[in-house]
């Protein structure tokens, strides 16, 4: 009984290090597979209730949008890139609304975000695609 609540407990620990909810899930199951030890199920059995509780801990995670809401567009996503939201400047644009622009230190390639004008000006960027920014016009904040 005591490798199932001490698996359990590196699970928890193993949570705690990555901070995602599947470790836990982990963790409820070998607690349910211990449980059913302590109640003198065979092993089968304690395997089995093991993996139905994780199974159903998953759906009932994955039910509720739990899990989903983790997801994040990191090509967009301003915790995840620290350059979305700074701000280039944009002498010109070419045809293809394309651009070179001065950024931290070096010249980057440059793509107009979808609806916006190529003109010349201030822009935020908005996404990294690869190593392109993709560039929305500068709003004046007040």
């Not at 139905?52 to 090509?75: D, F, P, Q, S, Y």
């Not at 995840?80 to 700074?86: H, M, R």
């Not at 004008?117 to 007040?142: C, W, Y």
Request: proline share 1%.
């Amino acid at each position: 009984m005591w490798i199932w609540f001490g698996l359990a407990a590196l699970a928890l620990i193993g949570e705690v290090m990555s901070g995602t909810f599947y470790l836990l899930l982990v963790a409820v199951g070998l607690l349910a597979g211990g449980a059913a030890f302590a109640l003198d199920f065979g092993i089968q059995w304690q395997l089995v209730i093991c993996g139905i509780v994780v199974l159903a801990g998953l759906l009932v995670m994955r039910l509720t949008g739990v899990l989903k809401k983790r997801e994040v567009n990191a090509l967009s996503n301003k915790d995840v890139n620290l350059d979305i939201g700074q701000t280039v400047r944009v002498d010109a644009w070419s045809e293809a609304q394309t651009a070179r622009v001065w950024y931290r230190g070096a010249h980057w390639s440059a793509d107009l975000a979808q609806g916006e004008t190529p003109v010349p000006g201030r822009f935020d960027i908005v996404e990294m695609n690869g190593s392109r920014l993709v560039l929305r016009a500068h709003k004046e904040k007040h």
